[in-house]
């Protein structure tokens, strides 16, 4: 037996729904017709009668309400291919992300690879920097932030909050507080709130090393440069540094976008998976 076109199937399955040929004709956007037609095929495929043709309706005979529930899984099936290459297309071309270089690098980059397989047709492209992108002129389409949006054109929202610590070598713990040196960032633009304090805190003691790379300042922490004020992120994911004080400073970090952006699915499925991302690691950021 030749296996039926689908496209009888889906005739077949519409007049039973709505029992009659101008009915079915309506809803498929054809002659009444071509669904007679396609009855007709499909009937002669499967050596069945299919339908008790009557005057105002057309009545599915026994067989064909046998026929049925194999009917509606094929039209099922057929709705799920149809989703998953949509959205297989939907979630296909580039997205832009801009984060803070550190974050992208150590925080972010690691957990965004086993999620990102299952999207092999979408490329990430991450841009650590310290400056904001400029989301309106589309120089990225999705950015976490340090500080809410001033612009009213893109819509944030807050995901995490990020936590300061003062982290060094384990050598530093055994060396008076009035020896200690310290290790500053170098980027005004970046850290002048941390920067502040760490000059508060320090005091007249001395700056042994100075950075405008966060990641930088992290390594000459570790290789016992001296004491270096970090995001905790990057501190407890170091596992050559011990946390040696607390520092009060807590920075919202905020995920953006702008509003035209947001409907595309791809721009919306790695919006979702970053927010679930700093979400899940809250203990860590905080």
């Known amino acids: 037996m030749p296996q039926p076109d689908w496209n009888d199937v889906r005739y077949f399955l519409e007049v039973a729904r709505l029992g009659s040929l101008s009915a079915a004709a309506r809803a498929l956007e054809v002659e009444h017709s ?48 149809t989703h998953a290459a949509r959205e297989r297309d939907a979630l296909a071309g580039v997205v832009r992300v801009s984060a803070p270089p ?20 979408l ?22 932030r340090l500080r809410r949006p001033d612009d009213p054109r893109l819509a ?7 936590g300061y610590g003062l982290y060094a070598h384990p ?16 980027d005004p633009r970046a850290s002048g709130e941390t920067a502040r304090w ?24 570790a290789n016992g440069l001296g004491i270096a004020l970090l995001p905790h992120v990057l501190g407890r994911l170091e596992p050559r540094l011990v ?14 976008v702008h509003p035209e952006v947001r409907r595309s699915p791809r721009v919306a499925r790695v919006g979702g998976l970053i927010a679930d991302i700093v979400s899940g690691a809250g203990e860590l950021l905080g």
């Open 156 to 162: 944030g929202r807050p995901l995490a909050e990020l």
């Open 123 to 144: 490329e990430l492209q991450l841009l650590g920097e310290s400056r904001e992108s400029d989301l309106a002129r589309r120089e990225a389409d999705v950015a976490l």
């Open 102 to 121: 550190a974050l992208a690098a150590a925080f972010l980059v690691p957990r965004l690879a086993a999620p990102l397989a299952q999207w092999p047709a």
């Open 34 to 81: 071509t669904v007679s037609r396609r009855i007709a095929a499909l009937e002669r495929q499967l050596g069945l009668r299919l339908f008790e043709r009557l005057p105002q309706a057309w009545r599915p005979t026994v067989e064909a309400e046998a026929l049925l529930p194999h009917a509606r899984r094929l039209e099922e099936e057929a709705l799920a291919l």
């Open 243 to 256: 946390a040696i004080d607390a520092c009060s400073i807590r920075r919202p970090l905020w995920l953006v």
């Open 198 to 221: 760490l000059d508060a805190y320090a005091g007249e003691r001395p700056c042994a090393f100075s950075s405008n790379d966060l990641l930088a300042l992290r390594e000459a922490a």
């Open 171 to 186: 050598r530093w713990r055994d060396v008076a507080e009035g020896a200690w040196r310290f290790l500053r960032h170098g």
